[in-house]
């Protein structure tokens, strides 16, 4: 289905565009997500991501390579590629995961948090959107 064709291709690319971002140098990451394995064709960029704190995955322990990304994922990858660290804000008011990455996006100009659909599907566009804003392009 050209749809998982077009995300996965979005998640390949994010992937990738994180990993030429950071540090080289390699952190040991006590992170095991349990739906990757050595066999799979994208187990070595994951695993670079986890040692790196770009993700450390599910709070479930899993990574979940066949599910679509949406525009908080892409934007907490993003951050974590430039080292924007997540604003600190007030979980009673503020109640979705992403809140503190939005808030640290929207300081630095990278997304309108008023416009920006925290739980809406990233389409290719917004990805490069949101890392060339992450990247000051």
């Given at each position: 289905?050209w749809?998982?064709?077009?995300?996965s291709?979005?998640?390949?690319?994010?992937?990738?565009?994180?990993?030429?971002?950071?540090?080289?140098?390699?952190?040991?990451?006590?992170?095991?997500?349990?739906?990757i394995?050595p066999?799979?064709?994208?187990?070595?960029?994951?695993?670079?991501?986890v040692?790196k704190?770009?993700t450390?995955?599910y709070?479930d322990g899993t990574?979940?390579?066949n599910?679509?990304?949406?525009?908080s994922?892409v934007?907490k990858f993003?951050?974590?590629?430039?080292?924007?660290?997540?604003?600190?804000?007030?979980?009673?008011?503020y109640?979705?995961w992403?809140?503190g990455?939005i808030q640290?996006?929207?300081e630095?100009?990278?997304?309108?948090a008023?416009?920006?659909d925290?739980?809406?599907?990233?389409?290719?566009?917004?990805v490069?959107?949101?890392?060339?804003k992450?990247l000051?392009?």
């Open positions: 289905d749809l998982i064709k077009g995300f291709i979005v998640l390949v690319f994010v992937m990738v565009f994180s990993l030429m971002l950071v540090d080289v140098n390699l952190v040991s990451a006590d992170v095991t997500l349990k739906d394995n066999k799979d064709w994208f187990y070595k960029d994951v695993q670079t991501l040692s704190g770009i450390s995955g709070t990574f979940r390579p599910n679509n990304i949406g525009n994922e934007l993003a951050l974590a590629s430039v080292d924007i660290q997540p604003k600190i804000v007030d979980k009673a008011i109640k979705h992403a809140d990455y640290a996006a929207a630095k100009g990278i997304i309108d008023t416009s920006f925290k739980d809406a599907l990233a389409t290719r566009e917004q490069a959107e949101i890392f060339a992450a000051g392009k």
